[in-house]
Every structure is written in C-alpha cells, then in structure tokens.
C-alpha cells in the first residue's frame, strides 16, 4: 500500500502495518447506513411534516421538500472542496456531521415545543420560519460535506495499486447507502406514521451520534490524506496563465519531480491549450496536469444527469401510479411511502450477485487488475442503456394500468412497476457505483473529494431537470391540445408519453455518452 501523503492522526507519515486496510474502511460503510437512515427518513416524511405541523400547502412543501435535497447533494462540492483545500476528510466530516446534528437538534426543538410552531390552519410566522430553515438547511449542508468526504476517507484506506479493491469498496459503500434507503422506507416510515415526529426526530439525533462516535472511534488506524490546497485556485491560475500566453507557442511538455497520475497520462495531449500556461515559472506540470484531468472528467458527468431524471420519477409518477394500483397483499395494503423498498431490495440483492461474478472473472484472469467489462466507464455506459430501457418498460405499464382502469374500471397489481424497479435498481447501481469510483480513482489526488462530490451534483441536477422537463413537456402537450400531465388523476393524462420521452432522451444521451467514453 502506497503511503503518498498520508499521516497518522498525530501528523506523522503512516505506516502501513498499523493504518488504512479494509477494517479502517469497513466503518467507512457501517457509518454510510447511519448517516443514509437520518438523512432519508427525514427527506420522506418532510412534506408530510411540512404540511400537518407547519401548515404549508401540499405544492410548496412538495418543492421545500426538492430544494432540500438537491442543496444537500450540490452542497457536496463545497464539502469536497473543504476536504481537499484545507481539512483532513477526518476532520471533514466531523466537522459537518456536528452541523448536521445542530440541524436535527434545532429541527426536533422546533417539533417539540408549540410555540414554535403555527397556530392551526395559519401559515408559520416569519420567525418560526427563520427557525424551520436555518435547522432545514444546517442539515442540508452537514449532508453535503458528509457525502463529499466519506466515501474518499473510506478508499484513501486501501491499496490504489490494486483496483479491485476500491472498485469493491465503492459497490459494498453503495450497499450501505441502500441499506440506510431500505430502513428508512420501512422502519422509520412506521415510526412517524404510529409515534409521531417528535420520536422520528430523536431518534434521528441519537443515530447520527451514534454515527459520529463510530467514525471517531476508528481514528488510531485511519491514515489520512493531507490537504493540499486549493485546487479552484490552481485551476484559475492554470487557465488565466493561459489565457494570457494564448498568442505565444508552448514550451516542449515537461514532468516535475511529483510525476505523473494514471489519469494524467491518460489525458496527455487533450486540451493542449492549457500547455501555453507553462511559459509561466510559477506554473508546474503537474498543476497543468490537474486542471487537464479533472476537465475531462466533466463530459462524463454531464452524461449520467438525465440518468438521473429516471430516478426522479421513482419518488413521483411511480408512486402516483402505485397508488392507483392494486397494492393488497392478503389482508395487507403496502403503504404508499414503503414503494422505494422494491427498488432498494434489487439494488441490495444484485451487488452480492455482481461482487461474485467479478471474482469468478477476477480469477479467471490471474491478474490484479479486473475484468475490462467491470471497469468503471463499461459499468456507467450499461447503466445508461438500462435507464433507456427502464423508461420504455415503464411506458408500457403505464399503458396497460391506465387501459385497464379506462376501460374495465379494473386495477392491476402493483407488481406490474417490478420491471421498471428492476432495471432502473440495476442501473443505479451500475451507474452510480461507477460514478464513485471512475471520478475517484481518475481524479488527481488533490481533487479526489471534489472529483467524487460530482456524483451527488449529477443526482442533484438530475432531479431539477425532471421539474423543467415536466414543465416543458407540459407546456408544449398543452399548446398541441392536453397536457400530459395536468392534474391529480393519470387516468386522464399521458405519463406513457412522457416515459417514452426519457426513453427517447436517455437513448440519445447514451450516444452522447459513448462518444465522450470512447475519447477518455
């Protein structure tokens, strides 16, 4: 295992026998299903919160409950940016899992004491307000940091030297952040329908503590990755030195005494402008380098956000559609929130299945590396194909539930939406698992928090396209005749269409996809 630079939590170069190792990086995961219980079960039951003890109405709950989610997972960059400029990613997450905390402290005072909340049937006064979202979004952005420096701490622990080994860390991290979804969906649902927020909050605090003083716990054997400065500010630096040499030939390509990253030589000679920066003496090669790799990375970013417009719709239109769906078991009714279980359970049942198929192939091969069909940039693109495909089965569905409850007055079976759940729970997987660990491991080591942060803003802006694509596809159905998605009842509108719409864009962004792939 490669030492770099790596410290011990007394500021002395680690030493492989005592730190880092896959112990170090099991409370990595352990921690991930805590951190995912609080932050899930309290972004399911806010609108519902929102609306009965903070009396706002259905639509501005619904969108409170949106921007949320999305600043928390846009808030990711300014978590990894933190982690790589001037804190430790120990000392990252400590310090926004405590802000997090200070969030759900203010959050579960407010859902304790009613003064603090609005007299019935009147809407929250502007100082109950200033309290709900300054506890709203101190948790918001303690998610973000989280989320920034977890993942990266949790594979800074393992050899790089040996890719499966953090290909395997970022697929059972993933099993952790569905683990947290499914008790989230199931559990803590449960004990907000039947003990009320004040317990959902409580309990919300003594997890994420819990949480806190499991990763602390560990700090004799992390080795941790110093901070290495602002990486905005050299990528600045790289492209104003530029800017300002444009008229001028660039030097001959030169490696300082750092070196050069896999991810450097694989991006040598694109972007070859940015060479002209080291007619500057105060530019290195590497910092030229940097900005170069972490520049590619973002056509492959920008590629997986409408993948992520696909899992918007699990938590609206398939949950409208569930509830307009035969959802009795015997004598049980599934209830409408625990829906995202069927997706979760796949997601959680095929990551043992694909960590086994890629041993058996692992040892096919007799190498250290892995499989070319298990690399990261193959697993996102067959995500992608699987989104696409995802979409057309939900189109299909959608036609069949919708001409049965037409024309017969009949419901089918809730187990219809399995097929989109199955390949949209897959695709996840695939994708944001890839996403982890390609923006990881290809990331320049002193942008890798940052790098990784990209994964969350894709699922971010993913989320936000869905609302403009819902409004734009509104707009223009409306223009041509019917909305296809004009208000509350799917019996009267076309969600088909619109599923083979995403189908339609996700297919052309696969191609747009393969065309960035294939030059990376």
Known sequence: MENGDYEDWRGRKADTSKHGGVIAAAFTCVVEVLENVVFLSNAINFVAYFMKSMHYPAAEAANMVTNFMGTSFLL??????????????????????????????????????????????????????????????????????????????????????????????????????????????????????????????????????????????GFPIYRLKRPGGSPITRIYKVFASAIRNRKFSPPPPKTDSLGESSSARTTRGKLRFLNKALMDEKITATEVEETRTFLWLLPIFASTILMNCCLAQLQTFTVEQGNMMNRKVKNFMIPTQSLTVFPLIIMLASIPLYEHFARIIGAKQRTSGISNWLRPLKRIGIGLALASASMAAAAIVEVKRRKEAVNNGAEISVFWLAWQYLLLGVADMLTLGGMLEFFYSEAPDSMRSMSTALSWC???????????????????????????????????????????????????????????????
């Open 458 to 520: 894709s699922t971010a802006m993913g989320y936000f396209i869905s609302s403009v694509l819902v409004t734009i596809a509104n707009s223009i159905s409306g223009a041509l005749g019917r909305e296809w998605l004009a208000g509350h009842d799917l019996n009267h509108g076309r969600l088909d269409l619109f599923y083979a719409l995403l189908c339609v864009l996700n297919f052309l962004n696969l191609l747009n996809y393969i065309f960035w792939a294939k030059r990376y």
């Open 76 to 217: 990711t960059i300014l978590g990894g940016f933190i982690s790589d400029s001037f804190l430790t990613r120990f000392k990252t997450f400590v310090f926004f899992c405590i802000l997090e905390l200070l969030g759900l402290i203010l959050l579960a005072v407010q859902a304790q004491y009613s003064k603090l909340q609005p007299n019935l049937n009147e809407r929250p006064s502007k100082s109950q307000a200033v309290f709900l979202y300054f506890g709203l979004y101190a948790m918001a952005t303690g998610v973000g940091g989280i989320k920034a420096a977890l993942p990266a701490h949790g594979a800074d622990q393992l050899d790089h030297g040996y890719q499966r080994h953090i290909s395997a860390f970022f697929n059972w991290y993933f099993f952790s952040l569905c683990t947290g979804g499914l008790i989230s969906s199931t559990v803590m649902v449960w004990i907000q329908d039947n003990e009320g927020w004040k317990l959902n909050f409580n309990i919300s605090i003594g997890t994420l503590s819990l949480a806190l003083c499991i990763f602390t716990a």
